[in-house]
């Protein structure tokens, strides 16, 4: 367990320090910027208008920013847990002044992951028995929740985004998970069964990208996506449900991974959007290796594709520059100067350790 900390540890120190820092140099504001020098200068981050801004790559910053503060909890490190759960406020203030003062989103998985996060910091907040700030988050999750139940269709799948032409896993599974996690079961439920009927592929038991307005199939295979299907379904806790997550952790283990060492790694999606696609699967895996509902041996392929894949990027990192590779079977090459470094791949790599870290020993 220890060492899972300190690599969480180490990778949390390292995303923060070259990523994170003032929005427009305002005080109190705290924003991650997309890109980043690969050679850090020791010059704090000032993140411009200049700047991409992608809204759900900061919903999954502020969701390991919340995974180091119960790290720091369970250490028994209360005072820094309690420090955590501010940069996750300020984070999520930052994110709506960015934002142009909102938090209206024209893609509804943006809106989904933010949503998850929210529901991470409140569940800490009231841990720590910090009660000034439950009473914006829940406004802010209810904010979120009903921009989320807009998106749905009559079918019973989520919409990716305001044009509504394309029902997909990468927004129904976060919405149902979301709404199975603030009581709306129900709800939940009617999309969770969308995505196993219409989604679900019989063959390999993996779960597809989406089906189109037209009703075409996108039949592309993404890791995230099973990840939070998986979370969804232990969310809701029937046995059926607890079959169906079992059955595609079985599914995960055979048909998203590489041999390493004899062992099975968790494929990687690269760059951009695709930094994040398994570090979102692992932070669900590990929801799976600790549910004492599953069985022995569905918790143990869990776990174990949790700690392969993590040691994978711990033991491939440029250590020199506390950089994490985005492609399997390869280690991180040298940084040439002037190279650039994405917070997506980043943010990954250190979502990986937390997951690991939270499984112990």
């Known amino acids: 367990m220890e060492q899972w900390d300190q690599r969480a540890a180490s990778a ?72 955590s759960a501010i940069l996750g406020h300020r984070l999520l203030a930052t994110i709506r002044l960015r934002n142009r003062g909102t938090l209206r989103n024209h893609f ?115 890791t995230y996506n099973q990840g939070t299907t998986v979370a969804a379904l232990l969310a809701l806790g029937s046995p059926e449900d607890l079959a169906r997550a079992a059955s595609l952790v079985r599914a995960i283990g055979n048909h998203l991974t590489w041999q ?22 692992v932070r669900y895996l590990a929801l799976a290796a600790l549910d004492e509902r599953l069985t022995a041996e569905v918790r143990g392929v869990a776990a174990e594709l949790i700690r392969v894949t993590g040691d994978f990027l711990w033991e491939t990192r440029d250590a020199a520059q506390g950089l994490f590779t985005h492609s399997a079977g390869h280690a991180v090459h040298t940084p040439e100067p002037g190279d650039r470094t994405e917070l997506s791949v980043q943010v990954q790599a250190w979502m990986v350790m937390e997951a690991a870290a939270r499984l112990g020993t």
């Open 12 to 83: 949390e120190g390292w995303v923060l320090r070259r990523f994170v820092g003032r929005y427009r140099r305002l005080p109190g504001t705290l924003l991650g910027s997309t890109v980043a020098p690969v050679q850090q200068s020791g010059v704090r981050m000032i993140v411009d208008g200049t700047h991409p801004f992608h809204y759900w790559w900061q919903a999954h910053l502020l969701d390991a920013i919340v995974d180091g503060a119960w790290r720091r909890h369970r250490g028994g490190d209360i005072a820094g847990a309690s420090g």
């Open 108 to 222: 509804y998985d943006d809106t989904a992951w933010l949503a998850l996060a929210v529901d991470r910091l409140a569940s800490l907040d009231a841990h720590l028995g910090r009660r000034a700030s439950r009473v914006s988050l829940s406004r802010t999750r209810r904010v979120l929740t009903r921009r989320l139940l807009q998106g749905r269709d009559d079918s019973g799948g989520v919409f990716w985004n305001r044009d509504r032409d394309f029902l997909n896993a990468a927004t129904s599974g976060p919405v149902a998970l979301h709404l199975a996690r603030t009581g709306r079961v129900e709800e939940a439920r009617n999309i969770v069964e969308w995505l196993c009927t219409t989604l679900l592929e019989p063959e390999r038991g993996m779960v597809l990208d989406g089906v189109r307005r037209t009703g075409a199939l996108v039949t592309d295979v993404y």
């Open 260 to 281: 390493r060492g004899g062992k099975q790694a968790l494929v990687l999606h690269g760059v951009g959007d695709g930094g994040l696609f398994t570090g979102i699967l």
